[in-house]
């Protein structure tokens, strides 16, 4: 393994405050530099490791640029058809109600061809975690539109951007989900600075204890960016999505339960 | 007083050379690398080594989980 070190003598096992947790394999991630994918997998990994569910975990992934999922995350895993991962969740919770069970959607899984699954699948109150990555574009296939991308917002089938007379509104999937009697915990969280990355870890973690009370679904939205699909730099991205994503899906939680 | 000190240690061939580190980096510590690794990106790599806190943001933020941080009191 070829690596940089910064100062030699400060590099011991004792001083160690953070690592690469060994629920992410050595595989290479197969996402664009940047992508907001790669920080939810490595934050999933670490609560799953720091709660002790690498044995009982079982998750299901999407179609779509998580795809490949299951190469990164060293736990059990299902693939599903395109969209039907709540579906397929549902299944494995009620044929193994003791596990941690969780779907990882993009949102033309989860807010395009999976609506009518995600709706049911929350509104049945089914114990499963759905954790919701929007970046508001169809990332994997090229940057076409999805349901979430914003008004005005240019994609390479909307090239003059979305005209909200013709292709309609941003799809609010997570408001919809909150407003259902059978969601239990639905928030909406990013990863693209350090703090917004212990807010989603902690939102993760507190869907993991909900999950065990078995009391509904928890739904977890996590806007991400699209370096590749919005034609932008990295850190580009991040700053347009802080300015144009956050007005529209505003951070925090939509609904908690009460305490 | 005793100063905090901290070390990075930088897995070149995972890094994608986003440079989202580098920009959450508060003390400037991490830069991108003008050599590139295997798949042609610019790592990051810590430039000033001596600035860094072990504060482990860049860590937290790396979509790759490419940097593992060390901290001590000197």
Redesign the interface.
């Given at each position: 393994?070829?690596?940089?070190?910064?100062?030699?003598e400060?590099?011991?096992p004792e001083?160690?405050?953070?690592?690469?947790t060994n629920i992410?394999t050595e595989n290479?991630?197969s996402?664009?530099?940047?992508?907001?994918?790669?920080?939810t997998h490595?934050i999933l990994a670490e609560i799953i490791d720091e709660e002790g569910l690498q044995s009982e975990a079982i998750g299901v992934s999407p179609v779509g640029c998580s795809v490949f999922l299951y190469y990164y995350l060293d736990i059990d895993w299902q693939e599903a058809a395109h969209g039907r991962a709540p579906a397929v969740a549902t299944a494995i919770k009620r044929l193994q109600p003791e596990k941690f069970v969780f779907t990882y959607q993009g949102d033309g899984d989860l807010a395009a061809i999976g609506t009518a699954e995600t709706i049911h699948a929350c509104n049945r109150g089914e114990n499963i975690l759905i954790i919701f990555i929007n970046n508001g574009i169809y990332g994997m296939t090229g940057g076409q539109m999805a349901p979430t991308t914003l008004p005005g917002m240019k994609s390479s089938t909307s090239p003059y951007g979305r005209d909200v007379k013709t292709m309609g509104y941003p799809l609010k999937m997570t408001e919809i989900v909150a407003s259902l009697p059978g969601s239990y915990y639905v928030t909406r969280q990013s990863?693209?600075?350090?703090a917004n990355?212990?807010k989603t870890k902690k939102a993760i973690r507190k869907a993991v204890k909900y999950q065990k009370l078995n009391k509904g679904t928890c739904l977890i939205e996590i806007v991400s960016n699209c370096?590749s699909g919005w034609k932008m730099?990295?850190?580009q991205s991040?700053k347009w999505m802080e300015e144009n994503m956050f007005p529209y899906y505003p951070l925090g939680d939509l609904k908690t339960p009460e305490e | 007083m005793a100063k905090i000190r901290g070390s990075i240690v930088v897995n070149v061939e995972r890094c994608k050379g986003c440079e989202v580190c580098m920009v959450s980096c508060p003390t400037g510590t991490i830069a991108m690398a003008k050599e590139v690794n295997g798949k042609g990106y610019n790592y990051a790599f810590p430039a000033n080594p001596e600035l860094c806190t072990g504060c482990a943001n860049c860590a937290m933020v790396c979509p790759d989980g490419v940097i593992t941080v060390y901290k001590t009191k000197i």
């Open positions: 393994m070829v690596e940089f070190s910064g100062i030699k400060i590099i011991k001083n160690l405050v953070y690592k690469k992410m290479i991630l996402y664009c530099p940047g992508c907001g994918h790669g920080t490595r990863v693209h600075t350090p990355v212990k370096p730099t990295p850190v991040n | -």
